[in-house]
C-alpha cells in the first residue's frame, strides 16, 4: 500500500471497551441480530494474522496468512483455495462491513477489505492471485513479487517437512525430544533463509520484510 504499514494495538482502555461494546451491540441490531455477552466480547476480540493501514487513503486491510492442504479434489464450493478462500472471508465479513460502516457513521469514512495469502501444504498456489494481492499492499515491482512467491513457495515443503519430523519423533520417540530438534530445525532454516521464515504463521513477517528491504 501507499501509506506507512503499522501494527494495530493490541488492546484498549476500559472506556474504549466499553464504547466499542455498545456500537457493536447497535451495529448489530440494525442487522436484526441479538448478540450475547459472550459473543460481543468474541466479536471484538477476534484479531487476523496483520493489518495493512494507509492512512493517507483510508485504506484498511486484514491480513490472512495459511497453508492448508492443497489437494486436487474440488466441490461445489470450488477447489482447496477457493474453499479455504471462502471460510477466511466469512470469518471476518461483519467485522469489515462493521469498521466501514461505523467509520462512514461518524464522518470519517475508511475502505477496508481482505487480502488472503494461501500456499498449500505441497507447495502450490494461485500464482496471479497471490501476486496481485502483493500489489494490493504496496509490492508493485513484478520482479520483487516473483521473487516473494518463489521464496514462499521454496520454503513450504521444507517446513511441512520439519512438522512431520517432529510428528513421527514424537510418536517414536518423545515430546521433549521432538521440542528439541524443532528448536534446531528452526535455526537451520532461519540461517539458509533471507526472510528469516520461522513458521507459517510467519509468513506475513516475511512479506512484509521483504517489501521493505527490496524498497518496493
Known sequence: MAGKLRPYPSSLPGSGIKSLRADVTE??????IVLTDKEISSFYSRRPDGVALDDKNKHLVFLEFTSPMDSVTSSPEGDWAERKELKKNARYGMHIYFINHLSA??????????????VGARG??????????LHLLGVTNSKARDKIRALTVSKTPALSDIILKLFHVSILCSPEWALRLANSDVIMLQRTSRSHLQSYVSMARFILNFYVSCGC
Open 124 to 133: 502450490s498456489l494461485k500464482q496471479t492471485q497471490f501476486q496481485d494481492r
Open 27 to 32: 451495529f448489530h441490531a440494525r442487522e436484526d
Open 105 to 118: 457513521l461518524h464522518g470519517r469514512p475508511w475502505n477496508c477489505t481482505q487480502a488472503n495469502f494461501m
